[in-house]
């Protein structure tokens, strides 16, 4: 049986976090976010009464789901937020992925008011990848939320280590995908097609909460910017966030962070939301060039650039919190971290603020030239 991309993940994670014991430093300080404000967060639970619960195979549960907004804030001081929240409850379920749990210090006050700002703040919502929590995206939440956008990190039940909710009932790790990592191959595809329908169809029902927690939410009530909201997301969620953009008109743009969606469809029309597609180094030789072309069957206009130095944790918290002791060649998790921000948050100025900065693009990150695909698929 040939191993999948979803497997090839799972088991490059699953490898970094064996060896964090013996070659890898902990450090709980993330970089500091570069943004003017500081920063407040809180968590929210749904339920999905629309939708039945497709992996607990038990009739009439329906589809929840904890949500983490992180958002600037104009409080000075306050509890700060923890790095696991609700550990107690889950940790015997995380404690068997990982050896040690990882911890940093947010830096985020808990249930903090966010800054209100004219007509709202724009929306970002952020999906984890294959096996990881919405926790190990705290550096890229906490960054975005400093320059101003309200980042909404989505835990999907089932495809993560294991989810807290208030009721005391816990949706645990072994409950969830890593159950059914021994399907055949052809299993192994529609699996990974329904699971980001799932997490894309999360997403949006997410985007709906949110304008119910513009009305009425004791502490994100007003926050929101109407109509202004992306999709984005990493491995995995990085592939929920592109179906998205093509599938609801919540979304007008996307990021995908090393996230390639290999079941996406050729569209009658290409789609004309903006797309940005970063990737690690390590895809192999032409890999990125057959990516983009691939993409140019469904956008019009993607972006795509590829890290050079880097590998898929390094969109993640772990290199930063698991640092390595050997760069091997890699970037320094900091250094590329500092990159992937500013290139994402570039993006989003552009795209859901409609402010064109300046590029700065940093010399490690290679841009894909689309013009050459477009003439190799159009030689006339």
Request: a negative charge; proline letters at 6%; glycine letters at 8%.
């Amino acid at each position: 049986m040939r191993i999948r991309y979803f497997q090839l993940q799972s088991l490059i994670f699953a490898a970094v976090l064996v060896l964090c014991a013996t070659s890898f430093t902990m450090d709980k300080r993330l970089p500091e976010p570069s943004g003017e404000y500081r920063v407040g967060t809180t968590v929210r639970f749904f339920a999905d009464e629309s939708r039945e619960e497709p992996w607990t195979g038990t009739a009439g549960d329906r589809r929840r789901l904890a949500v983490q907004f992180w958002y600037p804030t104009a409080a000075r001081s306050g509890r700060e937020a923890p790095y696991v929240p609700d550990l107690e409850s889950i940790k015997a379920s995380i404690e068997k992925y990982w050896g040690g749990i990882p911890q940093a210090e947010t830096g985020a006050f808990l249930d903090a008011p966010p800054l209100k700002s004219g007509d709202g703040l724009p929306l970002v919502l952020l999906s984890h990848g294959m096996n990881s929590p919405r926790f190990v995206y705290t550096a890229i939440s906490r960054e975005l939320a400093s320059r101003g956008y309200i980042v909404g990190t989505i835990d999907h039940s089932y495809w993560g280590p294991g989810v807290a909710f208030p009721d005391g009932d816990p949706v645990r790790f072994e409950d969830g995908m890593i159950s059914l990592d021994t399907l055949e191959s052809d299993e192994i595809d529609s699996m990974m097609i329904e699971g980001v329908n799932v997490m894309a169809a999360d997403q949006a029902f997410v985007a709906f909460q949110v304008v119910e927690l513009n009305k009425s939410d004791r502490i994100l009530k007003g926050a929101f910017k109407s109509g202004s909201a992306a999709a984005m997301g990493h491995a995995m969620g990085g592939m929920a966030a592109i179906n998205s953009c093509l599938r609801y008109t919540a979304f007008s743009s996307c990021v995908s962070l090393d996230g390639v969606f290999y079941f996406l469809s050729k569209m009658p029309k290409p789609s004309e939301k903006p797309l940005l597609l970063l990737l690690n180094s390590q895809w192999g030789r032409g890999a990125p060039e057959k990516i983009a072309g691939r993409y140019l069957e469904a956008f019009n206009n993607p972006q795509v650039a590829i890290l050079k130095g880097s590998k898929h944790s390094y969109f993640s918290d772990i290199p930063l919190i698991e640092r390595p002791a050997e760069l091997d060649g890699l970037l320094a998790p900091e250094h590329a971290f500092r990159i992937i921000a500013e290139e994402t948050a570039a993006f989003l100025d552009a795209n859901l603020r409609g402010v064109e900065r300046k590029s700065r693009k940093a010399e490690e990150l290679e841009t894909v030239d689309l013009s050459v695909l477009r003439a190799r698929a159009d030689p006339k």
